[in-house]
């Protein structure tokens, strides 16, 4: 009698973990992510990719995604190569609208993201915009203002005007012998050259810091006030500049307290190698957001060291230090713009639980708009270092922050506002 | 912010200084187009390919740093041989066009593979003189630039010697003159273009470790500016001329940072493009190039 309990209790069993793995192996949500696995900014897209990857494990290994009828789904996700380049971007976009895929994330850099985000359908419901109809939620791209170009577009990246805001009257209070500014940007990218224009030197003015070579027409503390003075008065080069020395010696001539160094890795290193050069000793250096990633260390450790750099990712939660190790076991690195992409699979993952997907394929359309729904109708989640709240009349986040420093070749938090 | 004379005097100072690595690319493109009639545009990436190589090897093998310079131009020589063999050996006598498209896919292929192998991330490199910054009245000077020069200088001299007191020399240019006669005469023309593709490859190994030690980061960005800047020394120098490689390399080096300093970043490469059709239409044979219509 025992032994055909047992049989038939095997046999349940048995019948039910086959069931179940076949219902799993049957749901299949997929999502779909692009980003430059190729050319100069390569790096972008293999730091998001080995986050993205590590999320869609981790999703799967606590059981997938529950569906509208209560079974679970896996999560599968492809990765495609859009090279930072507006057309492969768009490109990449058209094909993965066409497939079944229910959300993209991506395409890495602000200038792809800007022009793929037209190619989108600006309002929803609007019979006669036959732009791309599928939701998207971006990482790495960092520009000013991108998300409320399509409503079909949502980012999960840094607030910049908020973070250098915060990081102005943070050293105007600690240091008050700093008063001047100077700085320049690569005016040929349009992160760049748009947050050190319109955001980070407004942000100084209003805390109180001045211009140092002299007052700068309509230059106030408004954001983009004055920017194209700012641009004329500052010392700037391109991001593929190799010789930086007429723009350090405008550095030393400026006589400022503070400069700023308003690029990406390479140039910044290419900057701050040659201000070391030439011996300029400011009282502190402030970066771009994009610069306080693992590059920057391996470029130019020792030149870098005491600049200040806000940003939405430090290892200095255990979420956050557990992500960083994930992504570098897969050949990437979390910083402040790929980190963005595991909190990105973990809000795709609430949306489609909230909205109730059934995950059949042929709903695919409605399905996509549910997402979208449940995303413009998210007000709140938790992100690696905290709460992340959303402004969703533009699609943005605003995402807890900190200051870091580069302290002896690393990067170190010196403030935590959260 | 005002602009002195000591800001126009320093920013040629830096500019001929600067040039100087200009002009040591400026001599590979030489070489090669003296050699055979054509422009290799792989050029400048297989040189920085060279001075990736001799990074890696230091990084992997815990090598004392200065040898990157040996290992870099000898890597760049081994690469200049395989682009001589994708992209000229093979290719129709005929056909002008193949080869330079050859070797504008090559430029290509040898930066995504460096950008494949590095993530696009900027590497550091090591200077070669890290603290010889120093003052000349008011005037700054980059002692690391200064032995850059020098180099550039002893360069031309050996690529003059070689070309000009050798056997290698004397058939590298028979070959270049005529290549069907100097095939008669029996000089190995093949075995001739290959030996000036390795020779070009491991001056350019050395001009991409100098390049990269004056920058200070190594980064797959700046392959394109490079050979554009090397081909515009070229042929502002002259297609061919070897003293005008150098000297147009200072002059687009200076006028380039004078230009910045005047006219700012954003206009600084107008007029550079300018001093090319400048030169294309008023002095096409460039400042010591030979006359282009040759038989």
Same mark, same amino acid.
């Not at chain 1, 020792?302 to 994930?326: H, K, N, Q, R, Y």
């Not at chain 2, 900027?122 to 980059?142: E, H, K, M, T, V």
């Not at chain 2, 190995?188 to 593709?197: G, L, Q, S, V």
């Given at each position: 009698?025992?032994? @055909?309990?047992?049989?038939?209790? %095997?046999?349940?069993? %048995? ?40 999320? /869609? !494990?981790?999703? @799967? ?18 990765? &495609? ?20 895929? *229910? /959300? ?26 036959? $732009? ?11 520009? @000013?203002?991108?998300? !409320? ?29 700093? !008063?001047?500014?100077? $700085? ?6 349009? &992160? ?5 224009? !319109?955001?980070?030197?407004? =942000?100084?003015?209003? &805390? ?11 230059? %106030? ?25 007429? #723009? ?6 400026? $006589? ?27 009282? *502190? ?28 990712? =430090?290892?200095? %939660? ?7 190790? *994930? ?22 993952? #609430?949306?489609?639980?909230? /909205? ?7 709903? /695919? ?26 402004? #969703? =009349? ?25 | ?12 100072? +830096? ?95 040898? +930066? ?18 890290? +603290? ?162 040759? +038989?």
């Amino acid at each position: 009698m025992d032994y @055909n309990l047992k049989s038939i209790a %095997t046999c349940v069993a %048995t019948v039910a973990i086959m069931a179940a793995g076949a219902a799993s192996a049957e749901s299949v949500i997929n999502i779909a992510g692009w980003g430059a696995q190729s050319g100069p900014l390569r790096s972008f897209g293999v730091n998001s990719n080995a986050v993205i990857q590590a999320a /869609v !494990k981790r999703v @799967n290994e606590e059981g997938g995604i529950r569906l509208a009828d209560g079974t679970m789904a896996t999560l599968a996700y492809e990765y &495609h190569d859009s090279a930072c380049n507006a057309e492969q971007a768009i490109a990449v976009a058209r094909r993965v609208a066409s497939s079944d895929v *229910l /959300v993209g994330i991506g395409p890495t850099c602000s200038g792809a993201a800007a022009a793929m985000f037209g190619v989108f359908q600006k309002q929803v419901d609007d019979a006669s915009d036959t $732009g791309l109809q599928l939701p998207i939620l971006t990482d790495t791209a960092v520009r @000013n203002g991108l998300a !409320k170009i399509s409503q079909w577009t949502f980012r999960n990246t840094p607030n910049e005007p908020a973070m250098y805001d915060n990081l102005w009257e943070w050293i105007a209070t600690n240091q008050p012998d700093l !008063k001047t500014i100077y $700085g320049g940007t690569e005016t040929d990218q349009g &992160h760049s050259n748009g947050t050190y224009s !319109k955001v980070i030197v407004q =942000a100084a003015i209003r &805390h109180g810091f001045t211009w140092a070579p002299g007052d700068l027409e309509g230059l %106030t503390g408004d954001i983009a006030s004055g920017f194209e003075a700012v641009l004329d008065s500052s010392a700037n080069w391109l991001q593929a500049d190799t010789n930086f020395a007429v #723009q350090a010696r405008a550095f030393r001539k400026s $006589g400022a307290d503070v400069l700023i160094v308003s690029s990406h890795p390479f140039t910044t290193c290419g900057m701050l190698k040659e201000m070391s050069r030439q011996r300029i000793e400011p009282g *502190l250096i402030v970066g771009l957001t994009s610069s306080s990633s693992a590059e920057v260390m391996k470029g130019c450790p020792d030149e870098a060291e005491g600049m200040i750099i806000p940003t939405s990712f =430090a290892p200095i %939660t255990d979420a956050a230090a557990e992500v960083a190790a *994930l992504a570098n076991e897969n050949g990437g690195d979390a910083d402040l713009h790929s980190a963005a992409a595991w909190e990105n699979v973990m809000i795709i993952k #609430q949306v489609i639980e909230a /909205v109730g997907i059934t995950g059949d394929a042929s709903m /695919v359309a409605q399905e996509r708009r549910a997402i979208r729904d449940g995303l413009e109708a998210l007000t709140e989640t938790e992100g690696l270092l905290g709460t992340i709240t959303r402004n #969703q =009349a533009e699609g943005e986040a605003l995402k807890p922050y900190v200051f870091v420093q580069a302290q002896a070749g690393g990067w170190v938090v010196v403030h935590d506002p959260r | 912010m005002n602009i002195d004379h000591i800001d126009v005097i320093q920013a040629l100072i +830096d500019g001929i200084l600067y040039g100087s690595t200009y002009a040591l690319l400026g001599l590979g493109f030489t070489l090669i187009f003296g050699a055979m009639h054509k422009l290799n545009i792989a050029y400048a990436a297989s040189s920085i390919a060279g001075a990736y190589v001799g990074l890696a090897s230091i990084s992997v093998m815990a090598i004392p740093p200065i040898l990157v310079f040996f290992i870099g131009p000898l890597s760049a020589g081994a690469i200049g041989l395989v682009i001589y063999f994708a992209c000229f050996r093979y290719m129709p006598t005929g056909n002008q066009l193949a080869p330079l498209m050859a070797s504008i896919g090559a430029l290509f292929f040898v +930066d995504e593979i460096i950008i494949h192998e590095t993530s696009g991330s900027p590497l550091s490199f090591p200077a070669l003189l890290p +603290d010889s910054y120093f003052f000349l009245g008011q005037f700054g000077i980059r002692g690391d630039l200064v032995m850059v020069m020098f180099f550039s200088f002893v360069l031309m001299g050996i690529v003059m010697f070689l070309l000009y007191r050798t056997k290698l020399g004397l058939a590298t240019r028979a070959t270049s003159q005529q290549s069907v006669a100097a095939l008669l005469c029996g000089i190995p023309t093949h075995r001739t273009n290959a030996t000036t593709f390795v020779l070009a490859g491991i001056l350019g190994g050395f001009a991409g470790c100098l390049i990269a030690a004056a920058v200070g980061v190594l980064s797959p960005l700046i392959t394109l500016p490079l050979t554009i800047k090397g081909l515009i020394v070229t042929v502002i120098g002259g297609l061919g001329s070897i003293r005008g490689a150098i000297i147009a390399g200072f002059l687009i080096g200076s006028f380039e940072n004078i230009f910045l300093l005047v006219r700012g970043v954003n206009e600084r490469d107008i007029y550079v493009f300018l001093l090319l059709f400048v030169f294309l239409v008023f002095r096409p044979n460039g400042l010591f190039g030979t006359a282009i219509d040759r +038989d």
